[in-house]
Nanobody, 124 residues
Framework: QVQLVESGGGLVQAGGSLRLSCAAS????????MGWFRQAPGKERDFVAA????????KYADFVKGRFTISRDSAKNTVYLQMNSLKPEDTAVYYC?????????????????WGQGTQVTVSS
């Protein structure tokens, strides 16, 4: 059974930082691209960041470039999202995702597995 379990969300003031973690089980971690999406109330799910299964190639949405960093630890089967300089518009539920395709996708339907999500709230 595949499980992606997110943690690290919470309430933070604008300008602050949070680090999200996603622990994966039931998959061969090294065979999967890993990523993060987010969904704010009343909005669609947006791609945030992803890291490839090989070589650690990263992709970021324009609205997080320079502020967020994605990384992975194969020894712990965990992917991280370090979020700095947070803004109120970053408030959303953040979802961890996993995919086995050759390219790192940025479209929700391309991802095979999803976590339950973790709430991030940034106050102004």
């Amino acid at each position: 059974q595949v499980q992606l379990v997110e943690s690290g969300g919470g309430l933070v003031q604008a300008g602050g930082s949070l680090r999200l973690s996603c622990a994966a089980s039931g998959i061969t971690f090294s065979s999967y691209n890993m990523g993060w999406f987010r969904q704010a109330p009343g909005k669609e799910r947006d791609f945030v960041a992803a890291i490839s299964r090989n070589f650690g190639i990263t992709k970021y949405a324009d609205f997080v470039k320079g502020r967020f960093t994605i990384s992975r630890d194969s020894a712990k089967n965990t992917v991280y999202l370090q979020m700095n300089s947070l803004k109120p518009e970053d408030t959303a539920v953040y979802y961890c995702v996993a995919d086995r395709s050759m390219m790192v996708p940025t479209i929700p339907r391309e991802y095979d597995y999803w976590g339950q999500g973790t709430q991030v709230t940034v106050s102004s």
